[in-house]
């Protein structure tokens, strides 16, 4: 599948990162293709968030390298990299809740690399999400957790990212809301997206990934083909809860 | 019956300068969780630029709003992003009280330096006129004075509610980290919102100047009108602002007509201590939600 060759659209090697002196990620490894679906999955704590913020810009890493289609990133600040075609959708959402869902939009499609289109990119998140269309009047704080989450995840769609990181996309959503969220995410990659995935929900992410990474401990320890990891005893048990 | 009507309009014009000298405080508060200490120096020092502009230049207080307004906004950007700044990232958020207190000791002290510690008193040709009406009679710079703030209050809510620039202090206030993903420079928009505070403290000193007579020590009164309007009217608001300053405008006029002028400050911080028990968010809450 993915060639390990420097071609990747997102190349990242040896993040590490410290909160005053306790160690959260000590080598973050992994690569992104050019229209691929990768997952990073790990238990709580293996430091997924610390690595995709760094990754994001909205943390400095201490040492290793973020390359985004050739162009060294790391250290960027978070606001510069989504306007080169980066864009983290955060864990737990973190919508504006005093904002209306059309500003909580607009807001993020005005970056510079989408501003010119921010009536067309409007358009398409309404298309995908029609719930938010209904309610773009409302705050944010009134939506459901499904509609937050979907509002999040337009939210990044609004600056046009040409790599889509998501951080716990399913977190606290119903079963069925899970799965309309996986979809989505699938429809978003066949549109020619590239995505990073952060899960817990190991069962869908690897099923649906073409490449996937264990984190452990800050350290990617286990990496290979997504449904070849799914049926790998040492990921059952851990992940899955199957032996 | 009239006294009462006479006092009320007193009060509610007074108001209006109170919410508009406090707008900023609630702003900067709001936004970036700073108690600002300094801020009654920013009202300070727009009278004293205005006064400055009219002595000197001739220039109508009323238009000097906006040289002032703009040479502390840019004062206030530059000292947010390098003291404020400097001390709250190798301190902490509560570094800024006491520095924003240092910072208003000094500048108080400079301004006794260098403008003595008269009382200073602005007075452009209808400082003397009033309006009758009836048995009523309102000063023509009350009037003045409040049209001007209300002028002032609107447009920056109009600002907040409808342009990128408010969205993106709205969405700053409420999700630092999200708002750096949307690609919002936070840094950049916290010392942007800390300047227009610093403008529009500015821009209220030039009307009081017309309205109350000055001096260097009063910026402790108005760093603590600030804080009292936000308690009673809601934080981060202009229209919180509004509330509390129109609030304690009528406290003061009526406690000053009513019950004795000396009782004015008491009358004030029982209505705070009673507001802090009852609602601590103030009327109108706090605009950017239980994010702080």
């Known amino acids: 599948m993915p060639s390990t060759s420097g071609s990747a659209l997102l190349q990242v090697s040896g993040l590490k990162y410290d909160y005053s002196g306790v160690s959260a990620v000590n080598d973050c490894t992994l690569e992104l293709p050019q229209g691929g679906i990768v997952a990073l999955i790990g238990g709580n704590g293996a430091g997924k968030s610390t690595s995709v913020k760094m990754i994001a810009g909205a943390l400095k890493p201490r040492a290793g390298k973020v390359i985004l289609d050739g162009r060294d990133i790391t250290g960027l600040p978070a606001h510069e990299v989504v306007d080169l075609g980066l864009a983290l959708v955060p864990e737990g959402r973190l919508v504006f809740q005093h904002l209306s869902v059309h500003e909580n939009l607009i807001l993020a499609g005005h970056v510079r690399r989408a501003r010119a289109k921010v009536d067309e990119n409007l358009e398409r998140v309404f298309a995908l999400f029609p719930r938010l269309q209904e309610r773009q009047a409302q705050n944010a704080g009134s939506l459901s957790g499904g509609e937050q989450q979907m509002l999040a995840i337009g939210r990044g769609l609004m600056t046009m990212p040409r790599v889509l990181i998501l951080d716990e996309p399913s977190l606290g959503l119903s079963p069925i809301l899970v799965s309309q969220i996986f979809s989505m995410i699938g429809k978003l990659n066949e549109e020619g997206m590239s995505v990073l995935l952060v899960e817990q929900n190991v069962h869908h992410s690897l099923s649906m990934a073409g490449h996937a990474y264990v984190l452990e401990k800050g350290r990617v320890v286990q990496s290979g083909e997504g449904k070849a990891l799914l049926h790998d005893p040492q990921v059952k048990e851990a992940y899955l809860g199957l032996v | ?292």
């Open chain 2, 1 to 292: 019956m009239m006294l009462f009507l006479q006092t009320t309009i007193n009060g509610l014009a007074l108001g209006g300068i109170y919410a508009l000298a406090a707008v900023g405080f609630s702003l900067v508060f709001g936004v970036l969780g700073i108690v600002n200490l300094t801020h009654g120096i920013f009202v300070i020092a727009g009278a004293y630029g205005a006064l400055i502009l009219f002595t000197q230049f001739g220039i109508d207080p009323l238009i000097a709003i906006v040289p002032v307004a703009a040479v502390m906004f840019v004062v206030g950007y530059l000292y947010q992003r390098t003291i404020i700044h400097w001390a709250i990232s190798r301190a902490s958020l509560v570094a800024s009280l006491v520095v924003t207190f240092g910072v208003a000791m000094m500048a108080r002290n400079a301004l006794q330096l260098a403008f003595g510690p008269d009382i200073h008193t602005i007075t452009p040709s209808y400082s003397f006129s009033s309006l009758t009406l009836g048995d009523l009679r309102i000063d023509v710079v009350r009037v003045v004075g409040l049209a001007a703030s209300l002028f002032l209050l609107i447009a920056l809510a109009v600002i907040l509610n409808k342009t990128h620039f408010g969205r993106a202090i709205r969405a700053t206030a409420q999700q630092p980290l999200a708002a750096s993903l949307c690609g919002l420079n936070v840094r950049n928009l916290h010392g942007l919102t800390f300047a227009s505070g610093a403008a529009m403290a500015a821009a209220s000193g030039a009307i009081i100047g017309i309205v109350q007579p000055f001096a260097a020590a009063s910026e402790v009164a108005w760093t603590l009108n600030a804080f009292i309007v936000v308690v009673l009217g809601g934080i981060g608001s202009p229209a919180g602002a509004l509330v509390g300053g129109l609030l304690l405008g009528l406290i003061n006029a009526y406690t000053a007509q009513f019950i004795g002028p000396a009782l004015t400050q008491a009358a004030m911080f029982l209505v705070l201590v009673l507001m802090l028990l009852v609602r601590p968010n103030g009327l109108l809450g706090n605009a950017f939600g239980e994010t702080r």
